[in-house]
């Protein structure tokens, strides 16, 4: 039999240990909690009529409104919708940026001549450019792809190329001075280097994604739930607001927990 190694640790550094967990379950439970208290605050002040439901909805109608949906048959549907067409956005403003921003970091040239242009880009009101989406891509799903796409790509190419340009100096020379090649720097130290910001962008991206696709569903939709925001708007039936704007704010987070779960995963941090 093999002889298994047991690893021991100090009374202090179990005790620093079960510090830690300690304060992950406190954070936890306060985070649960204040979303507790905030709904019970909401559903108090409705009840009670300090703020009329009609305008503010509560937490109550809004489950009522969700299981109306899913009774006719709408729910999955228009939450699928708006789903696929924020992931096809996400995934393309993800990889167009990042292959952008390791154009721009190998060419210093075109980095140069181009990043005013982007920065210009980026403080474009992107919904000015509702109109000619719709002439060039139609009334389709394809407008609020592009839409989602060009909301997100120019915080993808911004991150990623601040994270490339971040690379330590130092060991760049170093490998230089062994001999290594432009690709072999970028392959072996640059993008490993790079990884952290990369997750950070994609932290960005899931908000910056569901911002552009409800802002399309807005401009031209007839499913999704932009478009029963919309609708609801349209004829004051705000429970239906309250609970399409709810659903998004749970997509948005189960999005954004998965790329917690990819940090975990691909980043391995020293315990």
């Given amino acids: 039999?093999?002889?298994?190694?047991?690893?021991?640790?100090?009374?202090?550094?179990?005790?620093?240990?079960?510090?830690?967990?300690?304060?992950?379950?406190?954070?936890?439970?306060?985070?649960?909690?204040l979303l507790i208290l905030l709904l019970g605050m909401w559903e108090l002040v409705a009840t009670i009529g300090i703020v009329d439901p009609f305008i503010s909805s509560s937490p109550s109608r809004v489950i009522k409104t969700i299981a109306e949906l899913y009774q006719g048959g709408s729910l999955f549907y228009h939450i699928a919708v708006t789903l696929k067409e924020t992931l096809l956005g996400f995934i393309l403003a993800v990889a167009i940026g990042t292959l952008t921003a390791l154009a721009l970091w190998w060419?210093?040239?075109?980095?140069?001549?181009l990043e005013p242009y982007i920065v210009v880009l980026n403080s474009l009101p992107k919904i000015a450019l509702g109109p000619l989406i719709i002439i060039w891509f139609g009334t389709g799903s394809s407008s609020i792809v592009f839409m989602t796409v060009i909301v997100g790509v120019v915080v993808a190419i911004m991150n990623m190329l601040g994270g490339f340009l971040a690379t330590d100096k130092n060991k760049i020379i170093l490998l230089r001075s062994m001999g290594a090649s432009k690709f072999q720097i970028l392959i072996k130290l640059v993008i490993p280097s790079a990884l952290p910001q990369f997750i950070g962008m994609l932290k960005i991206c899931v908000g910056m994604a569901w911002i552009g696709s409800i802002m399309g569903e807005y401009i031209v939709s007839r499913a999704g739930l932009g478009y029963l925001i919309v609708y609801g708007g349209q004829v004051f039936r705000l429970d239906l607001v309250m609970a399409s704007t709810v659903l998004l704010c749970a997509l948005a987070a189960a999005m954004y927990f998965l790329v917690v779960l990819l940090e975990k995963i691909v980043i391995r941090h020293p315990r």
Wanted: net charge positive; glycine share 4%.
């Fill in 107 to 113: 060419s210093d040239t075109a980095r140069k001549i």
């Fill in 1 to 33: 039999m093999k002889n298994v190694k047991k690893q021991t640790f100090s009374a202090e550094h179990l005790a620093y240990l079960k510090k830690e967990r300690r304060g992950k379950i406190f954070v936890i439970l306060a985070r649960i909690g």
